[in-house]
C-alpha cells in the first residue's frame, strides 16, 4: 500500500476533493509525510519527505507502488533536498531526537 508505515499505527490520511477540479491528498505518519497534488486532468505532484535510515530511502518503495498502480505516469522532474532552513542542514542524528517535532 502506498501509505503503509513502517513504524506501529496507522498513517493519518486526509483527502481534499471539494476545490476545484482535482484533489489533494496528504499522508502523515511517524517520521514521514506524503502530499499528492492532482490537477484533475494529466499532472500530479508528488511531495514525499522520510530520512534515511541506515542509508535506505522509504521513497524508493514509494516510487515503485506508486508507479503499479499508475504505469502510465512517467517521472519528469525528482529532487532530492536536505532537511534544513537557509545554509543549516539538519541530519537526524544531529538533533537528538527520534520523532520529529511536526510528527509527534
Same mark, same amino acid.
Given at each position: 500500500?502506498?501509505?503503509?508505515?513502517?513504524? !506501529?499505527?496507522? !498513517? #493519518?490520511?486526509?483527502?481534499?476533493?471539494?476545490?476545484?477540479?482535482?484533489?489533494?491528498? %496528504?499522508?502523515?505518519?511517524?517520521?514521514?509525510?506524503? %502530499? %499528492?497534488?492532482?490537477?484533475? +486532468?494529466?499532472?500530479?505532484?508528488?511531495?514525499?519527505?522520510? !530520512?534515511?535510515?541506515?542509508?535506505?530511502?522509504? #521513497?524508493?518503495?514509494?516510487?515503485?507502488?506508486?508507479?503499479?498502480?499508475?504505469?502510465?505516469?512517467? %517521472?519528469?522532474? #525528482?529532487?532530492? #533536498?536536505? +532537511?534544513?532552513?537557509? +545554509?543549516?542542514?539538519?541530519?537526524?542524528?544531529?538533533?537528538?531526537?527520534?520523532? !520529529?517535532?511536526?510528527?509527534?
Amino acid at each position: 500500500a502506498l501509505f503503509k508505515s513502517s513504524t !506501529p499505527g496507522t !498513517p #493519518q490520511v486526509h483527502e481534499f476533493s471539494n476545490a476545484g477540479d482535482g484533489s489533494v491528498m %496528504i499522508a502523515l505518519w511517524v517520521g514521514g509525510r506524503a %502530499i %499528492i497534488l492532482w490537477d484533475g +486532468r494529466d499532472h500530479i505532484d508528488v511531495n514525499f519527505c522520510s !530520512p534515511a535510515v541506515n542509508g535506505k530511502h522509504k #521513497q524508493t518503495k514509494f516510487i515503485e507502488d506508486f508507479k503499479g498502480l499508475l504505469p502510465s505516469l512517467s %517521472i519528469a522532474l #525528482q529532487d532530492f #533536498q536536505p +532537511r534544513g532552513y537557509g +545554509r543549516v542542514v539538519n541530519f537526524l542524528h544531529d538533533t537528538g531526537v527520534d520523532v !520529529p517535532v511536526w510528527a509527534s
